[in-house]
């Protein structure tokens, strides 16, 4: 700025350096972070919201993945919530003997004897697998909390999924239906993004032909309830949502002709299964004892396979699958909005234009910690003196940010700033900013 240039006295210092992008901006910030696992062995997903820089074509076709797998994700909570009466599973280490996936095999097993439910001492009958061949990774073992057998010398093609808590005992079953079709595309998609790979599959290009959710099953499950029956679906698929990427594509890279053949193929594979989601779609069932137990299956995966992401998402039927877009290189909250509908999000920063190059996409914290219902952000200056070694002064007290309006996660209030952003230049135009607010406790909030 012209204060830096121009009105430093001789004994002012200032860290203001040039071409400091990779820590001064929010997209720079994103790129940092992600690579911190080759030098600090930290993944970013632990520590932050995940991200996504929308200028590159590869993290932009990630978000949309993850924002459809997510919508996925927030269906399935609700109705497990409906089911049960209880919110995500509780995520804990399990017993000895776990149960096991429910379409593998040893889901058909249970040991002869009913266990003791813990609870109340009654007998419960919980589904137990038969004991591991052999020992678990000592590695894997103390790192994760649902730990998974492995077998270093099983020639077995079947992929080796996590051990999941059991269901509570005593849960009884309401009368649901759900659309049959919407239903089996919604786990689909979970169980695909759950599933572990080998080594030898992701090293093979050739192999990369099933899509983490196909057309079909994003139609299906965001324009189409799970507790009610369509009347078949329109003849015409709609646009493809990443439509503007895969026309980029084509122009950038002319198609071999086996990748032609496979396109033909893949073309015809998603007609069929069209024309059986357009019968399915139809259908209506009751949900089964096995239906939870899939359920459960998968959300506690979920938990394993992203521990600390999970969460995010809400819980139950508060979980709305909530996003936060920001310019690249703003600051003071400019351009900040919220968005559950992936559609306006991406006219919002112009995607198919291809004008969203200065646009990041963060996954919203929809269950944030709160005082006097208000968000609220914890500032701490530092002075970096050093870059190699790193070098940081903390100063010894930091200073708390409040929202001006209560927190809120209805449709209506996307748009309202002074609930989900905390920017003085924000909420001083609020009518209620300078208005005195107490917490929980009995303390002003000043």
Known sequence: SNDIQEALQPWQLTNHYLKNVAITTKAGLIKSLSQLVWTAD???????????DLSNNLEMQAFLDDFRTQKAESILKALYLQLTGLDLPAMRAPPPLASPRPDSPDSE??????????????????????????????????????????????????????????????????????????????????????????????????????????????????????????????????????????EKEDMDVKPTPHQQR?????????????????????????????????????????????????????????????????PAA????????????????????????GRYTQWIVQKYMENPLIVAQRKFDLRQWVVVTNWNPVTIYFYDECYARFSVEQYSTDVNDLSNSYIHLVNNSIGKNSENFNKLIVAENGVPVE
């Open 42 to 52: 930290v993944e970013a997903n632990d520590i932050i919201p995940r991200g996504y």
């Open 330 to 353: 703003k600051s003071r909250g400019r351009g900040i909005a919220t968005f559950m509908d992936l559609n306006k999000l991406l006219k919002y920063v112009d995607a198919g234009t």
């Open 109 to 246: 097993k249970s040991d002869p004897s009913a266990t003791k439910d813990p609870a109340d001492g009654s007998e419960a009958d919980t589904p137990l697998s038969p004991k591991p061949k052999q020992k678990l990774s000592e590695k894997v073992a103390k790192t994760t909390a649902l730990t998974e057998s492995i077998d270093a010398t099983d020639d077995s093609d079947e992929p080796n999924f996590p051990s999941v808590p059991p269901l509570a005992a005593g849960i009884v079953l309401e009368n649901i239906t759900v659309n049959v079709a919407v239903f089996e595309a919604i786990l689909s998609v979970l169980e695909k993004q759950i599933k572990p790979y080998e080594d030898t599959y992701i090293d093979d290009r050739e192999a990369h032909t099933e899509k983490l959710i196909s057309d079909l099953e994003w139609e299906l499950i965001s324009r189409y309830s799970i507790h009610q029956s369509v009347n078949g679906l329109p003849n015409d698929a709609p646009e493809p949502v990443d439509a503007f990427l895969r």
């Open 262 to 326: 496979e396109k033909r193929r893949l073309q015809k594979q998603e007609d069929e299964a069209r024309e059986e989601a357009a019968v399915q779609c139809k259908k209506m069932r009751a949900l089964t004892m096995q239906d939870l137990e899939r359920i459960h299956y998968t959300l506690c995966s979920l938990m394993h396979h992203d521990k600390y992401q999970t969460g995010l998402n809400g819980k139950g039927d508060k979980s709305f699958n909530m996003w936060i877009v920001k």
